[in-house]
């Protein structure tokens, strides 16, 4: 059944934007009066029930799409569900024929791109223009997805490094953004409510960006030609051939410089000791072992903020306590993917660049948590302040490790699947 949904997942997709669409349109006709009339505020302290709370989020949602549709929320509206309409036609398009997989793919590829454009003029609402950088990672990553092919897989670890850079950056630059302005002109219940709303966005975005590279790499699509067969050769690209080419992977191959300052550190390190490793040693003890501390230090947080709910002091309208709770989860969620993967890479060999990811999120996360604890007036944060810089001192070694670590095992980091 998982295998039957798998190999149908590029129309499941195609149906379930085509579901987004048409909620996103009729929320937008049922909503019209509130899109044209100017933004409202939540009122926190009238948040009592989850309806309130839901009606705050879709509140939060009418204020940020009133900046742009604001003057025809109607006509946009019907053009949002015809388009939903549309690609519940195409879904049956990939459905049962390949007649427009060619088009299909170029659609899907700038769908995903509009989609990305558009959240960020929504972003700018709640980060400023520091969400062009978030832009500039999404095109990069794009570029990336759709040239992959091109770049020597020999140096995907750095491929990722860099679009890992590119969204922390953006990342550090718009939370910090946000923060500067939290609790003046922006609330918890803003920042709660934005980040939730781009992340549904940004999840379509992606997974538009997902069918399309499949139907990209399934028709051969954008193919790089083979070098070594002539006849593979278009007149272009044997008359380029002979002409000096620029090729990003001769800037690329800067982990083996890493490699070689962790080795000669560690030689060092061994000489002075006058001792070497025991033959049974794996780095991946280590970072299971602080992988788990750190998760029992995420469980201890959870047990802080619990007393709030044992002693009957929570309530809906303290949205703080709500933002501060969806952080910890997803910071707990990461724990546990970083531990799987870590597991995963010591007995099977393979996911480790999913492990590296998970690792440079998480550490992300924490330490953007510490920066606005120490330099920001907000009361917003993740953990109290030992715990915040314990897991900083733990999760910033296993992120050197993940950057400093040599990975030998599957090149696909995962399974492929039957095309």
Known sequence: MIEKLRNRSEVIISYILGIFFIILGLFILFNTGQIRNEEVSVQEDKIETIFDLISAFFLEVSNMLSAMIGGFPIIAGILIILFGLFMFKVGSWIKTTTKYDVPITFFFIGLSLVLFIVTTILMTQAYGLWALMFLLAFIIHLLFSVFNEYLNPAHRKEHYMIILLFYGVAYFLTQNAVYSN????ITPTDVLSINLFFAMVWVSSFMALWVGMF??????????????????????NKKSRKAAKFTPDHYLGFSEKLYDFRNKFLNKLKQFFETDLPAWFKVNYIEILFGIIVLIFVFLEFN??????????????????IYEWVNLLITLVLALLYLYFTIMNLLKNKYYHRQMIVIFILWLNVTVSLYITLFKDVELSLFILPFNVFLVLLLTPLLLISIFKEFKGDENDGSNRKI
């Open 182 to 185: 939290i609790e003046s002109t």
């Open 304 to 321: 802080n903020r619990n007393g709030v709910f044992v002693e009957g002091y929570f309530r809906l309208n303290d949205m703080q306590t």
């Open 215 to 236: 139907l990209l790499k399934a028709n051969n699509l954008l193919k790089k030609p083979s070098e070594n067969d002539p006849e593979k050769l278009s007149r272009l």
